[in-house]
């Protein structure tokens, strides 16, 4: 099915991990002994029609990301590093730019998301040849409220229809370049990919992901991260759940 497609994946790593106030890139932090950015790469590299993946890094990390992780871990995939930019939209702009010209399918995974699954990875890709751009998401389990700048509440959308955005956002070449290259036209920012191509009217199909598919953005979530890795198997067992595996 994705056989003639070749398939890209651009991994944004080259944020300021501000929010984590840690004195190192979070991408680098280690979790059940690998680094964040390692366990994100191993899932693209494990994917069978993932072709070439991309890795977005800061200038001043890209000799330390191409020898301590895609040496070190052997990442096959991983074609080039390529310097980053001042938002996360810059940075995925450089990656686009640096795509192998026989891709047609683009994947746009945040470093900062090592437990995307494989499934969410294939889902994604099948995705687009289903419907042209999809995200992978899941429902929010908590009410939503949207405030003014008092904090006043002004709306509380039924939650049926809110979803969180995930990564990997998922599209043709052809649409992400259309919406990436309209977006600097315009001079407009995005919080995610999707959003510059929902602003040119071209429909983006939400699907499943996983709410284990968190982004590592605060010092909390690098204790979800470790409990995760090492204990779900456990817990899973104790409780006779189904473990389905990392
Ligand atoms: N200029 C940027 C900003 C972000 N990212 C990447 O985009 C992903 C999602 O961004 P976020 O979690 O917000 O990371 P940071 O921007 O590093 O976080 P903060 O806002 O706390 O500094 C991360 O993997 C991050 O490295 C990037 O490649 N280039
Ligand atoms: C792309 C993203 O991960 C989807 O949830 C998110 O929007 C990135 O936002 P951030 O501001 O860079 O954390």
Known sequence: MYENN??????????????MRSRINKQFIFIDN??????????????????EI???????EIDYCKKEIVKKYDFKKVSKVVKGGKERQDSVYNGLLALDEKCKIVLIHDGARPFVKVKNI???????????????GAPVKDTIKVVDDNNDIK?????????????????????IMQAYKAALDDNFTGTD??????RLGVPVKMIMGSYENIKITTPDDLIVAESMLKDKEIIFKK???????R
């Open 122 to 136: 294939e889902d994604g890709i099948s995705g687009v040849t289903k419907y042209g751009a999809c995200v992978v």
């Open 54 to 60: 991309i890795v977005v890094a800061k200038e001043d």
């Open 239 to 245: 409780r006779n759940f189904v473990f389905q595996g």
């Open 34 to 51: 690998k680094p964040v950015l390692a366990h994100t790469l191993e899932k693209f590299e494990m994917c069978k029609y993932v072709d």
């Open 155 to 175: 709306n509380t959308p039924h939650r049926s229809q809110i979803w969180a955005a995930q990564t990997p956002q998922c599209f043709w070449r052809h649409i």
């Open 6 to 19: 070749f398939v890209s994946v651009i991994v944004a790593a080259a944020g300021m991990s501000n929010r």
């Open 193 to 198: 990919d999707s959003m510059l191509v929902e």
